[in-house]
C-alpha cells in the first residue's frame, strides 16, 4: 500500500464506523453452574405446586398428564435425578394414566399427552423398564394419524386425539408425534414417519412438489417459508390466521416445530424446504415475540426454537441482516431474565394455558435443557 493510499484508507476509516467497528466478542457459552442456578429455583417452585398424587396440572382438565410429562422431560434433561421428589412422583402419576389401548392421557388431548408421557417414559426409562409401556404408547399415537388418500390434506397429520373420533390435523400435535416415535425408536422409514413429513410439507407457506394447497399459492413474500398451525383453515373465511390474500399467517412456533420435524425425520438441511423456513427464521428472528402471534404462546415458542435451532446444528446464526447470534447463550439471558423471584415463568397473555406458571414454567425448564451444547 503507498503512503497516498494508506493516507486515504485511514482518513476513510476516520469516518467510517463500519470499517472501525471491531467484531463484538464471544459471549461465553452458558455454563452448567449457571444453568443449575435457575432450574433449582425452577425445581422449588414445582415442589411447591405439585400436588400428592404427582400431578402437577393447575387443573386436571388443563392438559391431564402432559404438563406433568412436560416437567419431567425437562428435568430429567438438565440432570435432575430420578429420585428427586418432583421426578418421582411425576413418573408416578404417568404410570396412573396408562390405559388399555397404550395410550397415556386423561379427559382429553391424547395425542400431545400420549406423546409427552413417551418422551418422558423414555427419559427414565433404566434397564429398558418402560420398554413395554413405550412400545405400547407408540403404537397408540400412531393410530390416531390420519389415514385415507395422500391426497387429502389431512393424510399423514394428527390431531388431538379426543373422544369421540378424530378431530382436524394440526402442524402442533404431529410435531409432537413426530417426535415422541422417533424418540420411541420409530425409523425414519417408517410410514408414520414418511407420511407425516408429507402432512408437515402441505402446512409450510411454500409451493412445491410436496405442496399445491390453495393457501401457499397466495402466500406473501414475508410468509414464505414459515409454517401455518392448520392447513384446514384455508376452508375457514372466518378464521383469524387468513391473511388479506386469501392465505394463512406462517407463526413463529409453528416454523420452528415444522422445521424440527423436518430434521428430525431426516430431510436435508439442502431441501429446498429446509432452506425456506431457515430464509424466513433469518427474517423474523427474536426472542421477545412469538412471530406472528406476538406474546400468545411464547413459552411454546422458546421450547420449539431451542429444539429447532439445536437440530439445525449451528452454534452461531446469522440472521437477514447478517447480525450473528449466539443462540444459547441469548436464548439463556431471555429466560434468566424472564424468571419470577419464586422460580417460576408465567405469560400474562392467557392464550394456551401459559399464563399457569405450571405450564409455562415446565416450557422453560425444558427449553434450558438446550442451552448449552450436549456431548456428541
Given amino acids: 500500500m503507498t503512503p497516498l493510499s494508506r493516507r486515504a484508507w485511514l482518513q476513510a476509516a476516520a469516518v467510517s464506523p463500519v470499517l472501525l467497528t471491531?467484531?463484538?466478542a464471544h459471549a461465553a457459552p452458558v455454563t452448567p453452574?449457571?444453568?443449575?442456578v435457575v432450574i433449582d429455583k425452577a425445581l422449588a417452585f414445582l415442589k411447591t405446586r405439585q400436588k400428592e398424587n404427582g400431578d402437577l396440572a393447575p387443573d386436571p382438565r388443563a392438559g391431564g398428564p402432559g404438563i406433568t410429562a412436560l416437567a419431567v422431560v425437562g428435568l430429567l434433561r438438565n440432570g435432575v435425578p430420578a429420585t428427586d421428589d418432583v421426578v418421582a412422583k411425576g413418573?408416578?402419576?404417568l404410570e396412573t394414566h396408562i390405559k388399555p389401548d397404550g395410550g397415556v392421557y386423561g379427559q382429553g388431548l391424547a395425542t400431545y399427552t400420549?406423546?409427552?408421557a413417551i418422551l418422558a417414559f423414555r427419559e427414565a426409562n433404566t434397564g429398558g423398564r418402560y420398554d413395554k409401556v413405550i412400545a405400547a404408547a407408540s403404537g397408540f399415537v400412531k393410530s390416531l394419524q390420519f389415514g385415507g388418500e395422500p391426497t387429502d390434506v389431512r393424510h399423514g397429520g394428527a390431531g388431538y386425539g379426543n373422544p369421540g373420533g378424530r378431530d382436524r390435523p394440526d402442524l402442533s400435535n404431529t410435531n409432537f408425534m413426530v417426535e415422541a416415535l422417533l424418540a420411541a425408536g420409530v425409523s425414519r422409514d417408517d410410514p408414520s414417519i414418511r407420511n407425516a413429513v408429507g402432512f408437515v410439507s402441505r402446512s409450510q407457506n411454500l409451493v412445491s412438489e410436496h405442496n399445491r394447497q390453495p393457501f401457499a399459492t397466495k402466500t406473501t413474500d414475508g410468509d414464505r417459508g414459515g409454517f401455518v398451525y392448520s392447513v384446514t383453515e384455508q376452508d375457514n373465511e372466518k378464521s383469524d390466521k387468513r391473511t388479506p390474500t386469501g392465505g394463512l399467517r406462517s407463526e413463529g412456533g409453528m416454523t420452528y416445530a415444522?422445521?424440527?420435524s423436518f430434521l428430525f425425520a431426516g430431510v436435508g438441511r439442502d431441501d429446498p424446504r429446509v432452506r425456506a423456513a431457515v430464509a424466513w427464521i433469518k427474517r423474523n428472528y427474536t426472542l421477545t415475540e412469538n412471530p406472528g402471534m406476538g406474546q400468545a404462546g411464547l413459552f411454546y415458542y422458546y421450547h420449539t426454537f431451542a429444539k429447532a435451532m439445536d437440530a439445525l446444528g449451528e452454534e452461531e446464526f446469522e440472521d437477514a441482516r447478517m447480525v450473528k447470534?449466539?443462540?444459547?447463550?441469548e436464548l439463556f439471558e431471555e429466560l434468566k431474565r424472564r424468571q419470577a423471584a419464586n422460580g417460576?415463568?408465567?405469560n400474562e397473555n392467557r392464550a394456551f394455558l401459559e399464563n399457569a406458571p405450571e405450564l409455562a414454567t415446565a416450557f422453560a425448564v425444558l427449553t434450558l435443557s438446550y442451552t448449552i451444547r450436549r456431548a456428541g
Fill in 344 to 346: 417460576s415463568w408465567v
Fill in 258 to 260: 415444522g422445521l424440527k
Fill in 22 to 24: 471491531a467484531r463484538p
Fill in 114 to 116: 400420549t406423546s409427552l
Fill in 33 to 36: 453452574a449457571e444453568k443449575k
Fill in 91 to 93: 413418573i408416578k402419576f
Fill in 325 to 329: 447470534h449466539e443462540w444459547r447463550r
